[in-house]
């Protein structure tokens, strides 16, 4: 598995409309998607930085990944997601590798991407995720 580009960068956000006014308004940057993903319990909002995404996440309920998240840490940096081929023969690779995995199987995740993430006890402390377009049969 070798990652083609930084698919985005994670951020965990308390109120996702006034932190997409400051990347809007401060940073001059335009906001090209609001997406809520239900089974994650989160709205996203997209960002595009040259050739990377920021996601933004905003926790729809307090007991969700990024409710959670910034209970224990803030807000900030969350994650980095890197994009494969083919997410499940890299994650069956990292696995075999000993990467402790927090998603054995691919999910579905914003923009219609599959996502899993790998546990950050076994990346340097540093949650990441590994993303790819649905695969064909």
Do not use: W
């Not at 239900?38 to 990024?66: C, H, N």
């Not at 807000?75 to 998603?103: C, M, P, S, T, Y």
């Not at 219609?112 to 546990?119: D, E, M, T, V």
Request: aromatic share 6%; proline share 4%.
């Amino acid at each position: 598995m070798i990652p083609s580009h930084i698919e985005h960068i994670g951020i965990a956000v308390k109120d996702l409309a006034s932190s997409i006014k400051y990347y809007e308004n401060i940073l001059g940057l335009k906001c090209y998607a609001v997406e809520e993903v239900k089974d994650q319990k989160v709205r996203t909002a997209f960002f595009m930085v040259g050739q990377t995404k920021i996601e933004l996440l905003e926790s729809t309920e307090a007991d969700g990944p990024i409710g959670k998240f910034i209970e224990k840490r803030g807000e900030g940096v969350h994650h980095i997601a890197f994009a494969v081929e083919k997410l499940h023969e890299a994650l069956n690779e990292v696995e075999a590798k000993g990467v402790q995995l927090i998603d054995k199987t691919p999910r579905n995740g914003a923009e219609g991407l599959q996502i899993a993430f790998l546990h950050p006890k076994s990346t340097g402390g540093v949650l990441t995720e590994l993303c790819s377009k649905p695969e064909r049969d």
